[in-house]
Nanobody, 118 residues
Framework: QVQLVESGGGSVQPGGSLRLSCAVS????????MGWYRQAPGKQRELVAI???????NYADSVKGRFTISRDNTRNTVYLQMTSLKPEDTAVYYC????????????WGQGTQVTVSS
């Protein structure tokens, strides 16, 4: 089993910034994709940002230019830097990892709440 633990959520005013962290119990070199998803009340979970093969990144159109996904292989941690936050970014944010090898599978963190409000 691979464990993912998110942190860094909270409340922020519009225009503010937050950095989410996802600590992973397994080496990131075994992950072929790491991503961040979010789910707002009454809505389906949606992809926010994804990093594949440790290099290629893709973002939802709604966050392009504002959010950045990155990783620190020495810390087995994935980050989501969020800037210029808007009220519509309010959601529970989930870290996702897709792994090969001994722990092959699709894993999720427990989620962290982000609230953007004045």
């Amino acid at each position: 089993q691979v464990q993912l633990v998110e942190s860094g959520g909270g409340s922020v005013q519009p225009g503010g910034s937050l950095r989410l962290s996802c600590a992973v119990s397994e080496s990131l070199f075994r992950a072929y994709a790491m991503g961040w998803y979010r789910q707002a009340p009454g809505k389906q979970r949606e992809l926010v940002a994804i990093m594949t093969s440790g290099i290629s990144t893709n973002y939802a159109d709604s966050v392009k230019g504002r959010f950045t996904i990155s990783r620190d292989n020495t810390r087995n941690t994935v980050y989501l830097q969020m800037t210029s936050l808007k009220p519509e970014d309010t959601a529970v944010y989930y870290c996702n990892g897709r792994f090969n090898g001994r722990f092959a599978g699709d894993y999720w963190g427990q989620g962290t709440q982000v609230t953007v409000s004045s």
